[in-house]
T-cell receptor, first 115, second 112 residues
Framework: ETGVTQSPTHLIKTRGQQVTLRCSSQ?????VSWYQQALGQGPQFIFQ???????GRGNFPPRFSGLQFPNYSSELNVNALELDDSALYLC??????????????FGPGTRLTVL | GQQVMQIPQYQHVQEGEDFTTYCNSS?????IQWYKQRPGGHPVFLIQ?????EVKKQKRLTFQFGEAKKNSSLHITATQTTDVGTYFC????????????FGRGTSLIVHP
């Protein structure tokens, strides 16, 4: 167990809806990264939050947004859901932001299905 | 943008045989990490390589980082059924772009 938790475990939404996914980082970690993992693919970096600020973003549109709270937990929000958004969403907890380049501890993920 | 290619996509082995997966980046990397993901699970960190030509071992697993810091490999000696899973490499760029890029992964299937 990594100590990183995510909720919900599974979620079914319809196209056009909005979704919020949550992640609690491991105790002592100040960095949360979010990834999208489509079936049969490697995780794709969405963005990272370090000390409550976005600290790097991958090739995802603005309808993917996030927050990090003072306790370092984080939310991923996706607006105007599309069918291609169906995937496993993983958060990863670490220290030191992107430049820290340290070991990442992944949560169990949220499986999102968009119908 | 940075691309990380990983081969093979799948590998079937008999228990006791060796296994190797290769990772190649289109650009020079600052470091590379390796992860293992069991079926239905999440990625679990295995190791990080930083130095050119670095070799690290973890029991039956040997990790190498190329001299040019553009390629890496993971070799498992005498596979066991517990080694089943998908192995991912994740490379981080240089020059201030530290966004990690994961390879597509190599799925290892071990037949008893």
């Amino acid at each position: 167990e990594t100590g990183v938790t995510q909720s919900p475990t599974h979620l079914i939404k319809t196209r056009g809806q909005q979704v919020t996914l949550r992640c609690s980082s491991q105790s002592g970690h100040n960095t949360v990264s979010w990834y999208q993992q489509a079936l049969g693919q490697g995780p794709q970096f969405i963005f990272q939050y370090y000390r409550e600020e976005e600290n790097g973003r991958g090739n995802f549109p603005p309808r993917f947004s996030g927050l990090q709270f003072p306790n370092y937990s984080s939310e991923l929000n996706v607006n105007a859901l599309e069918l291609d958004d169906s995937a496993l969403y993983l958060c990863a907890s670490s220290m030191g932001g992107l430049a820290g380049s340290n070991e990442q501890f992944f949560g169990p993920g949220t499986r999102l299905t968009v119908l | 943008g940075q691309q990380v290619m990983q081969i093979p996509q799948y590998q079937h082995v008999q228990e006791g045989e060796d296994f190797t997966t290769y990772c190649n980046s289109s650009t020079t990397l600052s470091n590379i990490q390796w992860y293992k993901q069991r079926p239905g699970g999440h990625p679990v960190f295995l190791i990080q390589l930083v130095k050119s030509g670095e070799v690290k071992k973890q029991k039956r697993l040997t990790f190498q980082f190329g001299e040019a810091k553009k390629n890496s490999s993971l070799h498992i000696t005498a596979t066991q059924t517990t080694d089943v899973g998908t192995y991912f490499c994740a490379g981080r760029g240089t020059g201030g772009s530290y966004i990690p890029t994961f390879g597509r992964g190599t799925s290892l299937i071990v037949h008893p």
